[in-house]
């Protein structure tokens, strides 16, 4: 890939058109929409174009710019002219890092994310976790702008679990974190 394949055009030759439209993200008439064009994310966050990986994190930072989740839970490259389903397994993006600011009550935690950019944990970016049924082991996640979803990698989970105290909400007691005045939920 060279510069000049940087339009979803470029990456879509041959691919069908008139797809399923994405439910709740708003179109417009002049935008095309794709039913497939070969892109997924597999469950290790790996991004894949027509069964390759695509090793230029240029390329990855660029498509996660204009990636968007539609309110069904589907994933989507949005232009102002084209839009493409992107098959995602697992999370599109991972937290790599944070960034603690304060302590306790008036904590602030920055996540960062393996394609640059950032989102403090606070309710418009909430941190939430799913708790395998079978092994009993979390996966956490950032929500970030557009629905999107950060699952947080192993290292800054075990170091965000350093952080975390114990709070009673209601009548039960939960190990968390406190970030932009919520207290974030670090297991069930």
Not at 70 to 86: C, H, M, R
Request: charged letters at 20%.
């Amino acid at each position: 890939m060279d510069k000049k394949e940087i339009d979803i055009s470029n990456f879509s030759p041959g691919a069908p058109v008139n797809g399923p439209r994405p439910i709740g993200i708003k179109t417009s008439a002049r935008q095309v929409i794709f039913a497939d064009i070969g892109m997924h994310i597999d469950k290790n966050g790996i991004w894949h174009y027509r069964g390759s990986p695509i090793n230029r994190l240029k390329f990855i930072k660029l498509f996660a710019s204009i990636l968007r989740r539609d309110k069904a839970g589907s994933y989507w490259l949005v232009t102002p002219t084209e839009i493409a389903p992107v098959e995602v397994v697992d999370a599109p993006i991972t937290i790599v890092g944070f960034q603690v600011k304060g302590t306790h009550h008036d904590q602030t935690i920055k996540f960062v994310t393996n394609v640059g950019t950032s989102a403090t944990a606070n309710t418009n970016h909430p941190l939430r976790i799913d708790i395998n049924a079978e092994t009993g082991e979390p996966s956490p996640y950032v929500i970030l702008d557009h629905r999107i979803e950060a699952k947080v990698n192993r290292p800054p989970y075990y170091n965000l679990v350093t952080l975390a105290v114990e709070e009673k909400v209601g009548e039960e007691k939960i190990f968390g974190v406190w970030s932009g005045g919520l207290f974030h939920k670090l297991c069930n």
